[in-house]
């Protein structure tokens, strides 16, 4: 798949094209155990993703359209997120404040999934202040997505003690459940609790 892909996405700026490569190499991605092949993978990654996001620029432009904001965004959390390429890690943090809310998304999910105690309290307070409920959802999913296992049961704690609305937690579970560093913990707790959710 890698090689197609490096095939199909050199010089490739569609976003739909570049959505359906992320797709699969986040699949991959999600499959490597072995820490020697992962790194190589990512590296091939950073490869193929970050000249497609350098022809489109790494910043928004006040003329970009629609497609190209959504492929920065695709390009953005591949790499955050698959490649763990350090600029765009480093960057997701400012990213997050962004006006264009396709990038502020995908910024945010690399920031959780390399984020630690500080970015999950950091998150959780944007959650409970959101004003609006598109940050409400963004940020309460966005906690699903962090790997550090304490963090993900307070995210499972507070689910059974009411503090997750009962029509969000479910949602929140899928994500925790489909996050490889905890998946099986979340698994293990709802096949326990399950009376009590």
């Known amino acids: 798949f890698l090689d197609l892909a490096q095939r199909v996405g050199a010089g490739e700026d569609d976003v739909t094209v570049w959505q359906a490569l992320a797709q699969g190499l986040s ?9 020697v092949a992962a790194a190589t993978f990512r590296s091939r990654v950073g490869a193929l993703a ?21 492929l920065r965004a695709t390009l953005v959390r591949l790499l955050g997120r698959v490649a763990h390429d350090p600029d765009i890690v480093a960057a997701a943090p400012e990213m997050r ?18 984020g630690g105690a500080d970015e999950y309290a ?4 944007c959650w409970k202040e959101a004003t609006d409920p598109q940050q409400e959802q963004r940020h309460l999913r966005a906690l699903a997505e962090f790997r550090d ?44 609790r399950w009376d009590e959710l």
């Open 50 to 70: 970050n000249p497609a996001l350098d022809r489109i620029g790494r910043t928004p432009d006040t003329g970009d359209d629609d497609r190209t904001r959504e």
């Open 27 to 35: 699949g991959i991605d999600d499959l490597l155990s072995d820490d």
């Open 122 to 125: 950091d998150v959780r307070r």
């Open 149 to 192: 296992p304490a963090l993900t049961r307070h995210l499972l704690d507070e689910i059974l003690e009411g503090g997750v609305r009962s029509q969000d937690g479910p949602y929140v579970i899928r994500g925790a459940l489909r996050n490889r560093a905890v998946g099986p913990m979340v698994w293990e707790f709802v096949m326990t």
């Open 97 to 114: 404040d962004d006006d264009d809310p396709t990038l502020a998304a995908a910024a945010l999910a690399v920031v959780a999934h390399h």
